[in-house]
């Protein structure tokens, strides 16, 4: 039996088809213009499809008594000969399959024999008008072809298509050609940023843009990527978090702020985590962190009922129905950790030697410079944050780890911070934010010195955002909302690499 006999896919030598479309390629560079750049679309695969689907109204009689030619643009997929005739499926621009009907008789002379040497994967221009086929199939019957690209390089083999993970993320143009899924996850993204401006836009936000090099890096406690500028002979930071700039512009009277902006950060790479990524950052003077929190639910909501499939506020997830709609839950860090560890009182919260022992007693590493608020955040994120799959505003961080948060007026030990928690995973992280310079010049010095004992995602310290400060900004409130990882649960997509039309690999060998 043979390999398709057995349900086999055939053995392809890539090597030889790429030679043979070379020959080809040759062959129309002799003739002409390999490459034309004449042919101009007027429609697209899924606006006539849309258009015409109603095989009832549009039946053959209708659209033979239409005065109207189309021309498109797309790549073959499939093609089926037959002598004098052939049936061809192009995929265009829209992501939409067409049919073409071609027919020696009805093309300009030459072109039939030719179409007949050309291959899947190229892409060609058509011009005709529309017809069905006897199975009701909506077709352009071409007048004109003609062979606009020469692909080289075959397409994946359609009994298997491209299913390894790695060359799908390496190899995105393929990955969008031949899997339609794939591209509906991206066309959902641009839906979702766009519904986000279009929120903060009509919320009277002004969009802004800061820059992407730093002289120093702060706004976020991560470790920077460095770079060199040759004019100047000097170092700087991509930004690590866009928060110093954008509060600078809070001092300067531009009261209601945004920024949708790339971030660098070098960490690990995980199905969470990506070195570049993307941020939506929001300043508001005179508000408060319950402002946000009250934003932050309307904006998801708003979001998610706008995005086409979705109803009630509801969105499926790896298994699980996220109801983004309604209240969200509230959790304070202290009340989650007393209650699922059970060596732990609300009395201990505070005692550094009593959660450092809890911390090793559950194979937790700890650091001997880490005060209690860090080793209670390490045992919220240890054995907490990965229950909560409903939407819950984890509240009430320590000053320890919120170096930029304005201090609670009942407890200073803590801030006015809140961080969105939904399937497990941070989403957003907010404040009210800390406008007393000479509380914040202290919280960098204690930064500093926490990069003294070896803290690299430590923050420096800023003089001219102290400075900044002391002009004098307005109580305001701030939040950061990973845009990657909201398009990864509005597209149930478990990996952020899903997400990211070039996610970071390591170089090929």
């Known amino acids: ?49 849309d258009r015409f689907d109603d095989a009832e109204r ?21 093609r089926r000969i037959m002598g004098k005739a052939s049936f061809v499926h192009v995929q265009d621009g829209s992501g939409t399959r067409i049919q073409l009907y071609l027919r020696r008789d009805d093309l300009p002379e030459g072109v039939y024999q030719a179409f007949k040497q050309w291959d899947i994967g190229d892409i060609v221009g058509v011009t005709g008008t529309l017809m069905r086929t006897r199975t009701g199939e909506l077709s352009v019957h071409a007048s004109d072809l003609k062979l606009l690209t020469k692909s080289l390089r075959p397409l994946p083999e359609k009994w298997h298509g491209l299913t390894d993970q790695e060359t799908r993320y390496r190899q995105r143009y393929v990955d969008l050609i031949v899997n339609p899924d ?25 969009e802004v843009e800061t820059p992407m090099m730093h002289h120093i890096p702060g706004g ?31 001092v300067g009277g531009l009261e209601k702020v945004y920024e949708i902006n790339r971030n660098f950060r070098n960490e690990g790479v995980s199905t969470r985590h990506n070195p570049e990524f993307t941020m939506l950052e929001y300043y508001w003077a005179h508000a408060d962190y319950n402002d946000l929190i ?15 499939g979705m109803s009630g506020g509801k969105v499926d997830y790896q298994g699980e129905v996220i109801d983004f709609s309604g209240e969200y839950a509230r959790l304070r860090v202290v009340d989650a950790v007393v209650e699922h560890y059970d060596e732990i009182e609300p009395g201990d919260v505070k005692n550094v030697e009593k959660l450092r022992t809890v911390c090793r007693t559950n194979g937790m590493h700890v650091e001997d410079s880490w005060g209690w608020g860090r080793l209670l955040m390490e045992l919220f994120e240890e054995r907490i944050e990965h229950t909560l799959i409903q939407p819950t505003f984890v509240v009430d961080y320590p000053i320890e780890v919120s170096p930029l948060s304005r201090r609670n007026d009942e407890d200073p030990d803590f801030a006015d911070r809140f961080e969105l928690i939904v399937a497990g995973r941070e989403i957003a992280n907010g404040f009210s934010e800390l406008n007393d310079p ?14 003294d004992a070896g803290d690299a995602e430590a923050m420096h310290f800023d003089r001219d955002y102290i400075r900044a ?19 990864m649960l509005l597209t149930d997509s478990p990996s952020i690499r899903d997400v990211l039309l070039f996610p970071y690999l390591r170089p090929e060998e």
Request: proline content about 4%.
């Open 182 to 206: 794939v591209r509906e996850t991206f066309v959902r993204r641009t839906l979702i940023v766009r519904a986000i401006r279009r929120y903060f836009d009509n919320r009277d936000f002004l």
């Open 469 to 487: 400060l002391e002009y004098g900004m307005p109580p305001a409130a701030g939040e950061g909302i990973g845009i990657d990882r909201l398009v």
């Open 58 to 78: 549009w039946n053959q009689e209708a659209l033979e008594g239409l005065d109207e030619r189309f021309s498109l643009a797309g790549r073959i997929m499939s």
């Open 220 to 250: 976020a406690t991560a470790r920077p990527f460095v770079t060199h500028h040759n004019a100047l002979d000097l170092d700087l930071y991509l930004r690590v978090a866009p928060e110093l700039h954008l509060k600078r512009l809070l």
């Open 1 to 49: 039996m043979t390999q398709k006999e057995q349900g086999q896919a055939p053995e392809i030598d890539e090597n030889r088809l790429i030679a043979e479309r070379r020959e080809k390629l040759n062959a129309l560079r002799e003739q002409g213009e390999a490459y034309p750049n004449d042919f101009r679309v007027t429609a697209e695969a899924a606006e006539l499809l």
């Open 438 to 451: 000479e509380d914040q010049a202290e919280r960098f010095m204690a930064q500093v010195e926490a990069r």
């Open 294 to 308: 009250a934003l932050t639910q309307d904006l998801l909501n708003t979001v998610v009922s706008e995005l086409p």
